[in-house]
């Protein structure tokens, strides 16, 4: 493969991942339900695979060109030595009119610029849960049920959230548990230590801070939109290996939609919820067969294929620093 094929492999990938990857996601799914985590998986990967082709391209075609120098004739000499030594190819460079080292200045300009808002984004969900959290579990008391420390709070309509750990863990109302049986409290639990154990507050909020700049790529508000749905299902599959399904389903039936007037509006956005009656469906009559396989299998290869195309770009160069240029 040459730079010229690896870059046309690269941006072609990327473009159709973007545009074919949410039809391929949607002929997934009722594969991806049978085996919820790995959805998650390929759901959240899809959108890191994405970003990190994205960033390939800028690096592989600065194997390519020999624009003109912008930086002082010392610098400009360890930079071509480091191109050099991250090179796997042995062709000739051409001349272009874009600087090498503004093709490669641009990949980490963007990578520094998503991360911080990133971590801004990251820090604005954190602060709204703690504030939700706070609200909603003032005078609320810690209790054990079932093997789960629960924080109670006195309400007549009946719910059941998971905050972060941090922010609070697993919430019950006081009418949760008085409507509830005792096998549906333990598949509501279940469900909500399944939350905090696959670690689907981290999951959300990651997949969330990204898409509140990507989304207008159709791949990553796809699976932006795709991944609750998932989360939930995990959820429901420890809750159904631990209290069976007719309790699950019964819970689910009582608990109703995920918002009640006893809940802050502003603690939806942030906290994950064991109730939705639109899971009872899958729970009741899942999906069998073969359906959605095949398109499942495709993109699952296709990302790992795109991940290994990436790989080829990044690890040169993290070789070549790693080693101080050496040729």
């Known amino acids: 493969m040459t730079v010229g094929m690896l870059t046309v492999a690269l941006s072609a990938g990327l473009i159709a991942l973007a545009v074919f990857g949410p039809a391929l996601l949607r002929h997934a799914a009722p594969a991806l339900v049978r085996v919820p985590r790995l959805a998650i998986v390929v759901v959240a990967g899809g959108i890191g695979v994405w970003l990190v082709t994205l960033l390939a391209i800028g690096p592989v075609l600065a194997w390519a060109g020999a624009g003109p120098a912008l930086l002082p004739e010392r610098a400009a000499e360890v930079c071509q030595r480091c191109l050099s030594a991250a090179n796997p190819f042995a062709?000739?460079?051409?001349?272009?009119?874009?600087?090498?080292?503004?093709?490669?200045?641009?990949?980490?300009?963007?990578?520094?610029?998503?991360?911080?808002?990133?971590?801004?984004?990251?820090?604005?969900?954190?602060?709204?849960?703690?504030?939700?959290?706070?609200t909603l579990l003032h005078g609320a008391r810690r209790q054990l049920l079932h093997g789960h420390e629960v924080a109670l709070v006195d309400a007549e309509h009946p719910f059941a959230l998971t905050f972060p750990a941090r922010h609070g863990g697993i919430v019950l109302s006081t009418g949760a548990v008085r409507a509830l049986e005792p096998g549906?409290?333990?598949?509501?639990?279940?469900?909500?230590?399944?939350?905090?154990?696959?670690?689907?507050?981290?999951?959300?909020?990651?997949?969330?801070?990204?898409?509140?700049?990507?989304?207008?790529?159709?791949?990553?508000?796809?699976?932006?939109?795709?991944?609750?749905?998932?989360?939930?299902?995990?959820?429901?599959?420890?809750?159904?290996?631990?209290?069976?399904?007719?309790?699950?389903?019964?819970?689910?039936v009582k608990l109703g939609e995920r918002t009640h007037p006893a809940m802050p509006q502003h603690s939806c956005p942030v906290a994950l919820h064991a109730a939705g009656p639109e899971r009872i469906r899958h729970l009741v009559h899942p999906s069998a067969g073969l359906a959605?396989?095949?398109?499942?299998?495709?993109?699952?290869?296709?990302?790992?294929?795109?991940?290994?195309?990436?790989?080829?770009?990044?690890?040169?160069?993290?070789?070549?620093?790693l080693t101080g240029c050496a040729t």
């Open 184 to 252: 549906e409290l333990a598949a509501v639990l279940a469900h909500e230590h399944a939350h905090l154990h696959q670690r689907h507050h981290l999951i959300t909020a990651l997949v969330d801070s990204i898409a509140a700049y990507l989304r207008w790529v159709p791949l990553i508000r796809a699976a932006a939109d795709a991944l609750p749905h998932y989360l939930e299902i995990a959820a429901d599959d420890q809750a159904r290996r631990h209290a069976g399904t007719p309790a699950l389903v019964s819970a689910l």
């Open 91 to 134: 062709a000739d460079t051409t001349d272009t009119l874009v600087p090498a080292v503004l093709l490669l200045a641009l990949p980490v300009a963007l990578a520094l610029a998503l991360g911080a808002g990133l971590a801004r984004q990251m820090s604005r969900r954190s602060s709204r849960s703690r504030h939700a959290a706070r």
């Open 292 to 321: 959605g396989a095949l398109p499942a299998v495709a993109i699952a290869a296709y990302l790992v294929g795109m991940a290994a195309l990436a790989a080829a770009v990044h690890l040169p160069y993290v070789s070549a620093a």
